[in-house]
């Protein structure tokens, strides 16, 4: 099972990063907890980005470990390869199967921990049950498919309500939000109850990433009634 992290985790997005120095970009960001990697298929998403080999790439040219974020069809099918090649945590979405439970299993099997995206429509009551065989659940805060969209904090909802269940005890998984998060919605999302937070522009865009990664950790820190520092 996974388990409650002690700091708030950061995980940027390279999906801003530049794709023709993916390895570069990797260590740019040296410090972070996990690097998020976003699969779409232009078809779950309208938007194409990148795939298993692209991975492969980078599980070779960096040390952190790869949360992928697979924004497709048929997780079923196309899931358990991420985890059998490494990816540290493998998330597919609760909108593209009817049986997410058999999808957890199989990525578990192959090594990765198992995680559970939902869309910012989607109601997280029906998954509650379902949340007891994941490692993750990434709540997203924009629409999936595009970089650079705004924060929609109407989705903290979701995390609170989950929140109660982990401290509770009645879940143990991370709780991650993907979406718009930057030095102000970063203390929002923290006050919520997130456990690790991506980010992309708010990395990537900046001179210094790296630098960007701590500050974005302790803005979170200092807002999370549940996370301390590093």
Same mark, same amino acid.
């Given at each position: 099972?996974?388990?409650?992290?002690?700091?708030?985790? !950061?995980?940027?997005?390279?999906?801003?990063?530049?794709?023709?120095?993916?390895?570069?970009?990797?260590?740019?960001? *040296?410090?972070? %907890?996990?690097?998020? =990697?976003?699969?779409?298929?232009?078809?779950? =998403?309208?938007?194409?980005?990148?795939?298993?080999?692209? =991975?492969?790439?980078?599980?070779?040219?960096?040390?952190?470990?790869?949360?992928?974020?697979?924004? !497709?069809?048929?997780? *079923?099918?196309?899931?358990?390869?991420?985890?059998? @090649?490494?990816?540290?945590?493998?998330?597919?979405?609760?909108? $593209?199967?009817? %049986?997410?439970?058999?999808?957890?299993? %199989?990525?578990?099997?192959?090594?990765?921990? *198992?995680?559970?995206?939902?869309?910012?429509?989607?109601? !997280?009551?029906?998954?509650?049950? =379902?949340?007891?065989?994941?490692?993750?659940?990434?709540?997203?805060?924009?629409?999936?498919?595009?970089?650079?969209?705004?924060?929609?904090?109407?989705?903290?909802?979701? $995390?609170? @309500?989950?929140?109660?269940?982990?401290?509770?005890?009645?879940?143990?998984?991370?709780?991650? !939000?993907?979406?718009?998060?930057?030095a102000d919605t970063v203390?929002?999302?923290?006050?919520?109850?997130?456990?690790?937070?991506? @980010?992309?522009?708010?990395?990537?865009?900046?001179? %210094?990433? $790296?630098? @960007?990664?701590?500050?974005?950790?302790?803005?979170?820190?200092?807002?999370?009634?549940?996370?301390?520092?590093?």
């Open positions: 099972m996974a388990q409650t992290p002690q700091h708030p985790m !950061i995980a940027p997005s390279i999906l801003s990063a530049d794709f023709a120095r993916l390895a570069d970009e990797a260590a740019a960001v *040296a410090g972070s %907890d996990w690097l998020h =990697v976003d699969v779409m298929d232009a078809h779950f =998403v309208p938007n194409l980005t990148l795939g298993l080999p692209v =991975v492969e790439s980078l599980l070779k040219a960096t040390d952190i470990p790869l949360d992928c974020h697979l924004m !497709i069809e048929d997780p *079923a099918r196309w899931a358990p390869p991420y985890a059998e @090649a490494g990816a540290y945590n493998v998330t597919f979405h609760a909108e $593209a199967t009817d %049986d997410p439970r058999a999808v957890a299993r %199989d990525i578990r099997a192959a090594g990765a921990k *198992a995680g559970l995206s939902v869309k910012p429509g989607t109601s !997280i009551e029906p998954y509650l049950e =379902v949340l007891k065989d994941f490692d993750t659940l990434l709540i997203m805060s924009v629409e999936p498919g595009f970089g650079g969209q705004s924060f929609m904090p109407e989705v903290l909802d979701k $995390a609170r @309500a989950v929140r109660r269940l982990v401290d509770s005890g009645d879940l143990t998984l991370v709780i991650e !939000i993907d979406g718009g998060i930057n203390e929002q999302a923290a006050a919520a109850g997130i456990d690790c937070f991506v @980010a992309g522009s708010a990395v990537y865009s900046t001179s %210094d990433p $790296a630098g @960007a990664v701590r500050s974005l950790r302790d803005s979170a820190a200092n807002a999370s009634p549940h996370l301390s520092g590093r």
